[in-house]
């Protein structure tokens, strides 16, 4: 029925979370693992450990946890993103949103990806704004006590091109997503329990025909979806390109 669906419509868009990431096995610290973990190993929620305040008054703790949990490096593409990708290549989707930072859809060799939350590829100096890569974040050779990145240039933080807790998403990308959305007349919305707002609550503007939930778990939104996949997305993604394409 997906496939069908997919390739029925003229307007294909995708919205996925961190549901899609983990089965490249990067976790998701919002899970309940995830929430235990660093309260009994940083001794803080993942929600303060990831806030503005905690990286301006903590800078030692917060670069800790985020590159012990929030950078994989050697993760790989999974099954969902190279068929997102393949789909796009053959214009049968026009946009990804991800509320992911980890830039697999990229990779995976999707081109039109619209990143709510940043990405943890792209790093910049809040004093000058010079711009870094994800290496300078990892080696980290110019930061104190071996943690805190300073930029080669002027010596102020380098911090990771994401948005934090109590920052407010990028305008411009959120503007791209809702012209995104409201445009599309099938939705297929991926690896998100849709409770994390103000992302979750990009679903108000879509007005189109199909609306496809697929997660392992239920969704506030599975009573307004005309098709609801509580499994893999990977399978279910792979499964709809291997009916469209052959194989």
């Known amino acids: 029925m997906?496939?069908?669906?997919?390739?029925?419509?003229?307007n294909t868009v995708f919205f996925g979370g961190a549901g899609v990431s983990t089965e490249s096995d990067i976790p998701d610290f919002r899970s309940e693992k995830g929430l235990y973990t660093a309260k009994k190993v940083y001794g803080y929620q993942p929600e303060e450990l990831l806030?503005?305040?905690?990286?301006?008054?903590?800078?030692?703790?917060?670069?800790?946890?985020?590159?012990?949990?929030?950078?994989?490096?050697?993760a790989k593409p999974n099954a969902a993103h190279l068929a997102l990708a393949k789909?796009?290549?053959?214009?049968?989707?026009?946009?990804i949103i991800t509320q992911n930072i980890d830039g697999l859809h990229q990779v995976a060799g999707s081109k039109n990806v619209l990143e709510l939350h940043g990405s943890n590829h792209r790093q910049y100096c809040i004093q000058c704004?010079?711009?870094?890569?994800?290496?300078?974040?990892?080696?980290?050779?110019?930061c104190e006590p071996g943690v805190i990145p300073k930029c080669s240039e002027c010596g102020g933080l380098v911090r990771p091109e994401v948005v934090l807790y109590e920052e407010q998403l990028n305008k411009k990308v959120m503007d791209l997503a809702i012209e995104a959305i409201a445009a599309a007349d099938c939705l297929?919305?991926?690896?998100?329990?849709?409770?994390?707002?103000?992302?979750?609550?990009?679903?108000?503007?879509?007005?189109?025909?199909n609306l496809v939930l697929i997660n392992k778990t239920e969704t506030p939104y599975d009573n307004r979806a005309n098709?609801?996949?509580?499994?893999?997305?990977?399978?279910?993604?792979?499964?709809?390109?291997?009916?469209?394409?052959g194989g």
Not at 87 to 95: D, H, P, V, W
């Open 2 to 10: 997906l496939a069908s669906i997919i390739q029925n419509s003229k």
């Open 51 to 74: 806030s503005r305040t905690f990286f301006e008054h903590n800078p030692e703790l917060f670069f800790r946890y985020y590159k012990e949990n929030l950078i994989y490096k050697d």
């Open 87 to 95: 789909l796009e290549q053959n214009n049968l989707l026009s946009t």
């Open 129 to 142: 704004d010079k711009k870094y890569c994800l290496d300078y974040i990892i080696n980290a050779k110019n």
């Open 188 to 209: 297929i919305v991926g690896g998100t329990s849709l409770m994390v707002y103000p992302a979750a609550g990009l679903l108000r503007y879509f007005g189109g025909s």
């Open 227 to 245: 098709l609801v996949i509580h499994e893999s997305i990977g399978k279910i993604l792979s499964d709809a390109i291997g009916h469209i394409f």
